[in-house]
Each structure stands twice: as C-alpha cells, then as structure tokens.
C-alpha cells in the first residue's frame, strides 16, 4: 500500500467518528419542527415563488422581485425539487449536507496549514461541531452556511498543497464566483484580505508576488464574470428598482448607512462570546492560545489573515449580524486546535494542570440542571408569567437528567477532553434546541394560518397584511398570488371596502374578547398573536362598530406542556 493510499485511509478512518454524529445530530434536530419564520420561510417562499411562475432567473418574493440575496441556493433548492419534488424536506437536508461539507473542508485546510501536526486537522472538526452557535445557524434555510463552503473552498485553492506551491487559480475564480451567486459582494470581505495579504503569510507569494497579485486579480474578475453573467439579464428583465435595490442599496445601504440592522462598531465584541460558545468558558483553550507562537508562522498568519481583517470590516460596516461571521468559525476552530495543540506540546508528558480543565462547562452543565429541576416548582407556585416557560417546566426533568450527564461527561479523567467537550456541547445544543422546541411550536408553525389563506386563495378571496410581510405564509401554503401590504386607518377601511369577501392578518401583543369572538384564526406567533380576520369585520371593530354576526374562531391555545388546536366558544 502507497503513502498516498495509507493518507487516504487515514482521513477516511477519521471521517467515521465525527461525521456521522454530526449528521444524525443534524438530522434529529433540523426535523424537531417546520421551517422556522423568518429566515428559513422567507427562503423558502423566495424559492416557491420563482418555482411556481417559473421565473428562475430573478428571485421573486410575494410575487415581486427579491433583490437582497443572488441566486444560488435557489438553484440548489430547485434542483432538489426537480428531483424528489416540492417539499420542505429536501431544502433541511440541504443545509445538513452544507453542514458536513464545512466540517470536511475544515479539516482539509487544517491539514494544509499544518501538515507536519496531524492533531491540529483530527480536532478542527469536533471544535466546529461543537460550537453551539454555528450548529443552531446551521439549522436555518440560509445563505451563510453555503457561502462558508466557498469560502473554506477559495482558502483551500490558494494555500499552498503537498503536490504544488502555486494557488489554483481556476479554482479560486470558481469559488469566488459561487460565492458571489450566494451572497453577493460579501464574499470578498471574506476572501480578499487573505489574499492580499499573501506575502505576509505564504511563501510562494513572496517569491514570486507579480504572479501572485496577477493570478489573484484575474481569479477576481472570472469570479467577478461569474456574477456579471446573472446579474446583466437580471436587471434587464427587471426594472430600475430591482436594479437600484441589487446594485447599490442592499450594498452600499449596509455597509454606510444601514437601512436595518444598523449597530455601534463595538457591537461583535460581547458576541465573540457566544459566538465561541462553549470552547471560550474552557481554560485549556485560553492556556494554549498563549502557546501558540510555539507553532509554525505560515498557517497561523495565514489565519491571521482571514480572522482579523474580516472582524475589523465587519466592524466597520454599519449593518451587523452575528451570523456574517459564520464562514469564519471554521477558521476560529482551526486556530483553537490549533492552540490546544502548542498547549500539548508544551506540557509534553507532564501532568496537566487541574485548573485547565473543563470544570467551568461541567459547572455550567449543572447550573442549567438545576435550573430545570427548579422551574418546575416555581411554576407550581405560580410565580411564572411566561406561558412558553410554563409549557416548558411539564417537560424539563429529563432535560435536567441529560445535563447532569454531560457536565459528569466533561470531567472524565483520561485522555479526549476535548472531544467530550465538543460531544457534550452538540447533545447540549440539541437537547435545548428540543426543549424549547416544544413550547415554541405552534409560535412558528406556519401551517395553520397558511391553510386558512390558502383556501380563502383558492375561492378568490383577496388578502392583506396590516404591516411587513416576510413571506412566511407562501410555501406553507403553496400560494401563488400576492398579499397586500395594508395600513391602519382610512387605508384599511378603503380595502376593506374594494374586497368585501377578503381576509385581513394582523399580529397584536395581545388579544382581546373582540378577537376571540370575531376572527377567523387566532395562533401564537413569535411572541406576539397572529389573527386572521374578515376584512368587514375589522374595518367594523377599528371604527368601533361590532360587526353583526360573531364567528367561532379556529384557535391555538396553550395547555399544559404543549399547546392544542382546537375551537374556542
């Protein structure tokens, strides 16, 4: 057998410990309840939208062009389809496959940073799974965790590889392009630091930097061709608005002077914390970032590189998410394995110090243990004012159990701390994920009110919606028309007025004996209520009229540990 073949089988021997547990762990979770609002619907009606009107070259939302992301996940949700047919099945397991894709290609770019510490590349990926964040955002139908794949893609073409010192430079033009058809002209902030930076960090750059900055700029623009080549026939067939929105405001209006999500610059510094979540609460990690220039200069500058660049720009920008820095935790778990791999060497056969260890997850662990054995109690006594948390504290004991377990689970002695730690964080994630999954449901479960709106669509009922529309009632439903964005006042009686048989959806803070008597439907929905109602009947009550006839409402309620569907009388 060749040293090719043994490498082979090696990393192959590898794959069967993480990667499964990170599928089945997915899996479980990603199924615990529908596509939550408003990321996950809002691409999916994206989606449904350009499918059902055949219109898959411009993205279209509630029958409009959608101009805020490209193309590209779209495409991959339309293939699926095209496949196995429509379904919400086929866009989760997507974003589970993207997943795994992120943990494999994270370990390759370890193993080409640090090819002499084989450690550094069998840990990258339980440090990736195990940050809670990334896992939880991993779970929605969204753009980051595609465009991470490009990015750990474009990183593997331009670091150096055992067969050739030179970049791909085809590769990373492809890449770039498939980054920019995800999410647009973000993938450079990721990217383009790195290589600008090529001569600090890659020696081949400094050797040869004409080339370098020559091959890198021609890769741009294939990638930049890449784009181009939606982007023309695009706002071709589109208008000056969608071309306006596309090119300039949902880029230029996010990075100076956002139109939303607009925050301090220090904003993403208490985030790190959460971000990091739960590798930043364990003192081995912080020990063996002190240790880390006992490691090779190449890959950790090329880390460098990319980390501290993208914080800074993303910084600066006036729009902020804490998921933008999702392609980046992959390079945050590189540099963490490979701080607990300078630690190691460090301490070499010395006993390891008590203090290190995973005591303050362990504390953690049964901190939110107890939590869950007391809530209970409190809601007994009647001190909860939280129907959600009350709903919870039915279910909560053997989630108390789980943790106790895993905070016993980090404090094994012996050798694969870090491994039990990664464990212990993703059964830890899913079992929380799972908890309030069982209390928040119906808030997100968009079926109800989609069949309601979905029926009235078929019998050619007009419908409107008091304030913004996210699209989240489209593919529940499977709608083909559009829904009216309404105002309070003269403007809701006008409409009203134009669509006697129409339906009106409004999401008060709190309901009243009015909504319980004369909606349609009344459901939870992301801490507020969603009601549907006759649009006479409303127009009636906000002129403060009582319409003539009252209705038995279709509404969700809660009940003890879950919530039932049911009729109110």
């Known amino acids: 057998m060749t040293l090719a073949s043994l490498a082979r089988s090696e990393r192959l021997r590898h794959l069967l410990w993480w990667l499964p547990l990170y599928l089945a762990a997915a899996l479980l979770a990603i199924f615990l309840q529908p596509p939550v609002p408003l990321h996950s619907t809002r691409a999916l009606a994206v989606a449904w939208d350009m499918w059902s009107h055949h ?26 389809w095209a496949a196995f047919g429509v379904n919400d099945v086929w866009p989760r397991v997507l974003m589970v496959l993207i997943g795994a894709a992120q943990l494999v290609l994270a370990q390759a770019l370890a193993r080409r940073l640090f ?23 991993g779970l929605q139908i969204m753009y980051d965790g595609l465009l991470a794949v490009w990015v750990l893609a474009a990183m593997l073409c331009l670091v150096p590889g055992p067969r050739r010192r030179s970049p791909s430079w085809i590769g990373f033009a492809v890449c770039t392009g498939l980054g920019l058809l995800t999410k647009g002209p973000v993938m450079l902030v990721h990217i383009a630091p790195v290589w600008l930076l090529g001569p600090w960090w890659c020696g081949w750059a400094r050797e040869h930097r004409a080339r370098w900055y020559g091959g890198g700029f021609a890769a741009l623009l294939g990638g930049g061709a890449m784009l ?130 995973a005591w303050p997850l362990a504390l953690g662990s049964v901190a939110a243990a107890v939590a869950l054995f007391a809530l209970p109690l409190v809601a007994d006594a009647g001190k ?62 968009m079926r109800p009110a989609a069949q309601v709106l979905a029926r009235a669509e078929a019998e050619g009922h007009a419908i409107g919606n008091l304030g913004l529309y996210d699209g989240q009632f489209e593919f529940a439903g499977r709608m083909t028309r559009p829904i009216e964005r309404l105002f309070e006042g003269q403007a809701l009686q006008d409409w009203a007025a134009r669509h006697p048989r129409g339906l009106v959806i409004e999401y008060p803070s709190r309901l009243d004996a009015d909504d319980l008597r004369y909606a349609r439907l009344v459901q939870p929905y992301r801490g507020v209520w969603l009601v549907i109602w006759n649009a006479p009947t409303l127009a009636a009550l906000r002129r403060g009229q009582q319409p003539p006839e009252p209705v038995t409402p279709t509404v969700l309620l809660p009940a003890p540990g879950y919530w039932r569907y049911g009729n109110v009388h």
């Open 228 to 357: 181009a080549a939606w982007v023309i026939p695009a706002v071709q067939m589109s208008g000056d608005a969608y071309t306006h929105n596309l090119l300039f405001k949902q880029t230029g209006g996010r990075v100076v002077d956002a139109f939303i999500h607009r925050r301090p610059f220090w904003w993403y510094v208490p985030w790190l914390a959460v971000l990091l979540f739960p590798f930043v609460l364990w003192p081995r990690m912080w020990a063996g970032i002190v240790s880390l220039r006992r490691l090779p200069q190449p890959g950790l500058r090329m880390l460098l590189a990319w980390l501290v660049p993208a914080f800074v720009i993303f910084s600066a920008f006036s729009g902020k998410q804490t998921y933008y820095f999702v392609p980046e935790l992959s390079g945050a778990a590189i540099v963490m394995a490979a701080a607990i791999a300078a630690l190691r060497a460090r301490e070499g056969a010395a006993a390891r110090s008590a203090w290190l260890s």
């Open 384 to 445: 909860l004012h939280s129907h959600w948390l009350r709903d919870v504290s039915v279910v909560c004991a053997p989630f108390g159990v789980l943790y106790l377990l895993l905070g016993a689970l980090v404090m094994l002695p012996g050798r694969g701390e870090l491994r039990r730690i990664a464990i212990a964080s993703l059964i830890g994630t899913v079992g929380a994920y799972a908890l309030f999954a069982l209390a928040l449901y119906p808030a997100f479960d």
């Open 115 to 137: 090819p002499e510490r084989a450690w550094i590349a069998r840990s990258t990926p339980w440090l990736l799974l195990g940050l809670s964040f990334g896992f939880l955002f």
């Open 55 to 80: 219109q898959f070259w411009v993205p279209h939302i509630n029958g409009a062009p959608y101009s805020e992301k490209a193309p590209l996940l779209f495409w991959l949700i339309h293939a699926g």
